[in-house]
């Protein structure tokens, strides 16, 4: 009876953990769009960073309760938007500092001149703004939120000096935080967030028809990490009686050595075999596989159906947790210089296909990121986008938004490219795909390699 309990115990525990798994799993999807980890550093740093000046408010008289309403509002702009034009630190601050002076200077001539007409002079603010706009504008400190530091100088009473000294400790504070945060964590996130990055390193590839080939491209990608490896699969049948199944499985053993010697040679990248005698090379045989040799990529030839649409095969391989690449040559190109990425969205599916490219490219090559739009109101939105994915990583970018059909885009322009990435769509639902087959599905003219991204469900 406990042996019972305890086996029903342990298979909860199993259950919690899958689902543990499964929530992490979800949320690193979710925070690898570029939008929500912007808004998820929002809530958590605009909050402790107030947090922070309020305890120094409350600490010392140099800070005053005045500056928070700025304050609060610079630090967003920093947090929402690292990269936009009023997120340089040096701004922050000088701009911050620039309004309360200029707000100051305002209100002693109002006082000087007389300039009365209620309890805030109407031309003191006036002028207020007038010089911050100037000043910030000929010292190229131009910043929102100087103009609310310059006005709150009027209901300091006699501390504007506490005031302007707080606002240029406390600006000064904040962007500090910001610096350290943008350039340790932000501008590094796809080593910290993004799967392929940090994984990915071990390679298997089906030796089915065109097996050789995408053992180069494989080969490609694991030279691009320290501990990057393939792993050569293939399977042979047990035969009848007669035949003898070791025999087959020696015969096909070396003669995938002498495809793993070359890509060693070739490439520089350590090269196994691994040979069942099970009949044929499935996708469960190649995932089971996978599994076993501690592999977290699959790349295999890219096989279509006869009547159309990925192959059994193909499509078992993307059905599993494990990250997979279907690869379909053109012209038999053995080194990759200048790659293309088609993506919809900064998604963790865009982020893996551009790791990969910069590997398949590395070490000096050229990447490509397109998207495509149906009317040019949505062109602005795209480009934030296409820059969002780009500047998490190093590497050579171009960046294209096309108005037009994306297989009449990719068509267009793939002579400029040796290789063409394009998501599998096994992320959509299956009315999704009805109504909008894959990119892949309809990419039969382009002139470059083509690689097809599944990301698994780690």
């Known amino acids: 009876m406990l042996r019972g309990v305890a086996a029903r115990c342990r298979a909860v525990g199993r259950r919690l953990r899958r689902v543990e798994r499964r929530g992490l799993d979800a949320f690193l999807r979710w925070i690898e769009h570029t939008g929500n980890l912007l808004h998820l550093s929002v809530l958590v740093f605009v909050p402790l960073s107030i947090a922070v000046v309020t305890w120094l408010s409350n600490a010392t008289a140099v800070v005053s309760f005045l500056v928070f309403p700025p304050l609060a509002s610079g630090t967003y702009t920093l947090f929402a938007d690292p990269e936009g034009p009023y997120s340089t630190p040096g701004t ?76 240029a400790v406390s600006s000064a504070f904040v ?65 009848d009686d007669e035949d003898d199944p070791e025999a087959r499985a020696e015969a096909a053993g070396r003669r995938l050595d002498a495809v793993a010697s070359r890509l060693t040679d070739e490439y520089d990248v350590p090269c196994e075999v691994v040979v069942a005698v099970d009949g044929h090379v499935t996708s469960g045989a190649a995932l089971h596989a996978a ?46 210089r200048r790659a293309l990425v088609a993506v919809r969205g900064a998604t963790d599916a865009a982020h893996g296909m551009i790791d990969f490219a910069l590997r398949a490219t590395a070490p000096a090559g050229l990447v490509g990121v397109c998207t495509c739009i149906d009317r040019e109101s949505r062109r602005r939105d795209a480009e934030s986008t296409l820059s969002d994915l780009v500047e998490a990583f190093d590497g050579r970018f171009e960046t294209q938004v096309a108005n037009a059909p994306v297989e009449d885009h990719l068509e267009r322009i793939s002579p400029r490219y040796d290789v063409l990435f394009v998501g599998s769509s096994t992320d959509r639902s299956g009315a999704s795909r009805f109504v909008s087959p894959p990119t892949f599905e309809r990419l039969r003219d382009v002139e470059a390699d083509v690689a097809i991204v599944h990301r698994g469900r780690h």
């Open 92 to 167: 922050f601050v000088g701009g911050m500092t620039a309004g309360a002076l200029c707000g100051w200077l305002a209100l002693a001539v109002a006082d000087a001149l007389s300039l009365g007409g209620g309890a805030v002079s109407p031309a003191g603010a006036a002028l207020g703004i007038f010089l911050t706009g100037a000043v910030t504008w000929a010292l190229d400190l131009e910043e929102p939120t100087a103009f609310s530091t310059a006005l709150l100088v009027f209901v300091t009473g006699n501390a504007q000096l506490a005031y302007v000294l707080g606002i």
């Open 175 to 239: 962007a500090a935080a910001f610096v350290l945060w943008r350039d340790r964590f932000y501008q590094k996130r796809a080593r910290y967030l993004y799967r392929t990055t940090k994984g990915d390193d071990h390679v298997l590839v089906p030796m089915r028809d065109g097996g050789e080939t995408a053992a180069r491209f494989a080969a490609t990608l694991a030279s691009a990490h320290d501990a990057g490896k393939v792993v050569l699969f293939d399977v042979v049948d047990e035969g």
């Open 291 to 336: 599994r076993r040799n501690n592999c977290d990529l699959i790349v295999t030839p890219y096989e279509e159906h006869p009547r159309g649409g990925l192959s059994s095969f193909v499509k078992g391989v993307f059905d599993g947790e494990i990250d997979a690449v279907a690869f379909r040559p053109s012209d038999g190109t053995e080194r990759w």
